[in-house]
């Protein structure tokens, strides 16, 4: 059993700690968060605790806090034993100024309280400073999830931008889809399985291949016609796009 | 048994032409296509023509061409009967210029001939220019699918807008994602899954209900940190997409 002490108590957090108990390979002996408003979430059989001072003894000691937060707040642990890691995507390894060994675990999935993951399904994106905290590291992913990366931190930032692209802003053509929409009193439902078979097609097609539409065609009039009926933020990400899929297209 | 000619080879009319020979309440009487390049793409055992003046007499006409062509084309339609439709999203039902009797039938999917489709779970919107038509109509797109709306041609071109920032613009950024991921050797399989779950929380979610992320939370240095990693249209797509996330989220 590997020994592990959650930090935090956000969108993360809630999902490790549940991912955590569910792992029989995993001994998840205490929770620190400072947030006490946040304990109805989380199980109250999982000793808790809001003071550094008062950490338990673990194997891995998971900091799943703000990005901005994760330096100053890793300055403040005081250990002398253990590997201490975050889960940010963006931050490097050296984000991280503790004394004690240093790692990083990135579960790359978006996190909402109120829609349940399959963890094992989460592909996690590892990285140590030295070979043999990696072993222990690898296999405590290995105990969540069945996909597992050996990513560096140069690597890992350009994943999280990819990451945003293609999961953040992909998530906000749906947002202006059903604003356009719920202007007109068309069902958003009828979208679905439109949005359904894009991602469908990724198991077979890359995303170029994968790709139709008038902009595609570069089919001026339609593109045209579809310009004239938006305004605003709409119409500059409809031009930017489109000129992006057509230069796809081009080359 | 409504019998059916359809007109037209493209990545509609193939789809259409197999779902047509699945329904048992369709009898799909002739194929009309003037592009015989394409013709090992289709049953050779339906008849097929490329003349006009051949038609076969049919209740229905299904016009699956591009969009530029369909009022010039339907104008050559010498019909004394039966319901002309086209499929497309964006012309109106006055596009077609034929004598005989008018609707349209858009199935909202994304169409490759390499992707098998499931044309039971594409909705169908539907609109005639009569009553009679309509019952005729709504009758053959419920033989063909579980999923049939009536939409009007103003409604219909909000909902193809709609529909190519669902598909053709999501699926540009996960075109987007993989090229990052490309550049540094990283895997496009790490992403599958947040894509897949990025689909997924519509289930039970609204996109803006679903969003997450440094643009959601407005995280001004993970933001600019990505900025100074990218250039040219990949920069101005992040910088234009994010600041759109970010204003739905201060309203």
């Not at 002490?5 to 569910?22: I, M, R, S």
């Not at 003894?57 to 100053?72: F, H, T, W």
């Not at 940010?88 to 240093?102: D, R, T, V, Y």
């Amino acid at each position: 059993m590997i020994k592990v002490v959650l930090l935090g108590a956000g969108n993360v957090a809630y999902h490790l700690a549940k991912a955590f108990q569910e792992s029989s390979n995993i001994d998840f002996v205490q929770h620190f968060r400072r947030n006490r408003a946040k304990d109805a979430d989380f199980d109250s059989n999982i000793s808790k605790t809001d003071r550094l001072n008062t950490l338990a003894k673990a194997d891995i000691y998971v900091i799943a806090i703000n990005d901005d937060a994760i330096s100053s707040f890793s300055k403040q642990l005081d250990l002398d034993h253990g590997l201490v890691v975050h889960t940010s995507g963006s931050m490097p390894l050296n984000a991280l100024k503790c004394k004690a060994n240093k790692g990083v675990f990135y579960p790359l999935q978006t996190f909402s309280v109120t829609k349940n993951i399959n963890f094992k399904e989460v592909p996690i994106a590892i990285e140590t400073e030295d070979e043999k905290d990696f072993e222990l590291l690898e296999q405590f992913a290995r105990s969540l999830s069945h996909i597992v990366y050996e990513i560096n931190s140069e690597q890992r930032e350009k994943l999280h931008i990819a990451a945003v692209f293609a999961n953040n802003f992909s998530n906000q053509m749906f947002k202006i889809a059903k604003d356009i929409c719920d202007e007109y009193a068309i069902s958003f439902d009828l979208l679905k399985p439109i949005i359904k078979e894009t991602v469908g097609k990724l198991e077979t097609l890359n995303p170029k291949q994968a790709q139709t539409g008038p902009a595609k065609r570069n089919d001026r009039k339609v593109i045209e016609k579809h310009l004239s009926q938006l305004s605003g933020e709409q119409k500059e990400i409809y031009a930017l796009i489109s000129a992006s899929i057509t230069r796809t297209f081009k080359n």
